[in-house]
């Protein structure tokens, strides 16, 4: 059985790639605690940071960021769970876990936070469809008309 494949894709007689169905595990990366990355980090699965990581990170499915890691860039994803430090404003789609071991510093925007006693969060929380709204106009919240209850 061949570990690596020959087959280029494009190529007439290669494999399809697979699609990945909704349940099926993703794969998970790691970046080791004797590591330190410079440049930017894109998967679909999974990254977990243990070391140092200087750049973007985009993960489709979750970032974990373990007590003692840094991070100096922004993190896209759709779940970030943060032990360590952050630099960098937080962009997660569905859900923010900070941790008790946690430093921020930066933005975060997300649909919910959890925000465990001793993390520290030093930046602004946009959360929710609002939040969205008004960084995709470009709008500021002085900009924007009072909530009135009727």
Do not use: Y
Not at 49 to 71: C, F, N, Y
Not at 90 to 115: N, P
């Amino acid at each position: 059985m061949a570990i690596f494949s020959s087959s280029t894709p494009g190529r007439e007689g290669a494999a399809p790639e697979p699609q990945r169905r909704r349940g099926e595990p993703t794969a998970v990366s790691i970046i080791g605690k004797d590591m330190t990355i410079t440049g930017d980090l894109e998967t679909e699965g999974v990254i977990k940071i243990e070391g140092a990581v200087r750049g973007t990170i985009r993960a489709g499915t979750q970032v974990l960021v373990s007590p003692g890691a840094t991070i100096d860039g922004d993190l896209h994803t759709r779940e970030a769970v943060v032990g360590g430090q952050v630099r960098g404003t937080i962009h997660a789609d569905e859900r923010v876990e900070v941790q008790a071991t946690a430093v921020i510093a930066g933005d975060i925007h997300t649909t919910r936070i959890l925000v465990v006693e001793g993390g520290q969060v030093n930046g602004e929380i946009k959360m929710g469809e609002a939040a969205e709204r008004r960084l995709a106009s470009g709008r500021s919240e002085e900009q924007l008309p009072a909530w009135s209850e009727s």
